[in-house]
């Protein structure tokens, strides 16, 4: 069974600080790397892609990928209230099927 | 900027009957999916669908399940004989050409079985 895991949360950071998310998956497979964040009651909607071991960042978003120890992280610099949300770590292997985890709950509090 | 569209935004059902969900892909996207998310629990895949054929299923793709492609822009779900356990969010999905292109997601249609 191929598993993406998450830590629930919720993760709780002031408004300002650095949301640090992480992600471990199974399938060493796995190629592709996306976060997506989830308001209640809504659909997923992309954040970041990552497919190479290293960095990758887009404005206040930072996705870290490290193949050898099957993680994926998100870091939000300078969270927002409106960063409050699930975000959910999604992979894919040969084909394009996303394998969801359960997602980290975030709040970002005034 | 182009979006997945589906309609109907909620659906109710009485158990037994036949539903389907339809679905907007994104216009230059080839490869369409469905998945759904039951209430509190992770979304999961059940198909992915390219060149007029279902690429990949999962196992709770049954033979309750149908996809079709009726004409050049819609992509329907079909579920026979509801179950209350399939009440759920039902998410369509599309992305470009290539394995590993990001998927855009439509606003979900919310599938409640009575």
């Known amino acids: 069974q191929k598993e993406v895991e998450q830590n629930s949360g919720p993760l709780s950071v002031p408004e300002g600080a650095i949301a640090s998310l992480n992600c471990t998956y199974s399938?060493?497979?796995?190629?592709?790397f996306f976060w997506y964040r989830q308001y209640s009651g809504k659909s997923p909607e992309l954040i970041m892609s990552?497919?190479?071991?290293g960095d990758k960042e887009d404005g206040r978003f930072t996705a870290q990928l490290n193949k050898a120890s099957q993680y994926v992280s998100l870091l939000i610099r300078d969270s927002q209230p409106s960063d409050s949300a699930t975000y959910l770590c999604?992979?894919?292997?040969?084909?394009?099927?996303?394998?969801f985890g359960t997602g980290t709950q975030l709040k970002v509090e005034l | 900027e182009p979006e997945v569209t589906q309609t109907p935004s909620h659906q109710v059902t009485q158990m037994g009957q036949e539903v389907i969900l339809r679905c907007v892909p994104i216009?230059?996207?080839?490869?369409f999916y469905w998945y759904r998310q039951i209430l509190g629990q992770k979304v999961e895949f059940l198909v992915s669908?390219?060149?007029?054929?279902?690429?990949?299923k999962s196992e709770i793709f049954d033979d309750q399940f149908s996809v079709e492609r009726p004409d050049g822009s819609n992509f329907t779900l079909k579920i026979r004989s509801t179950k209350l356990e399939d009440s759920a969010m039902y998410f369509c999905?599309?992305?470009?050409?290539?394995?590993?292109?990001?998927?855009?997601f439509g606003d979900g249609t919310r599938l409640s079985i009575l």
């Open positions: 999905a599309s992305s470009g050409e290539g394995s590993n292109q990001p998927q855009h």
């Open positions: 399938d060493r497979g796995s190629q592709s």
């Open positions: 990552i497919y190479s071991n």
């Open positions: 999604a992979t894919t292997g040969g084909g394009n099927k996303l394998t």
């Open positions: 216009s230059n996207h080839l490869y």
């Open positions: 669908f390219y060149n007029n054929e279902i690429s990949e």
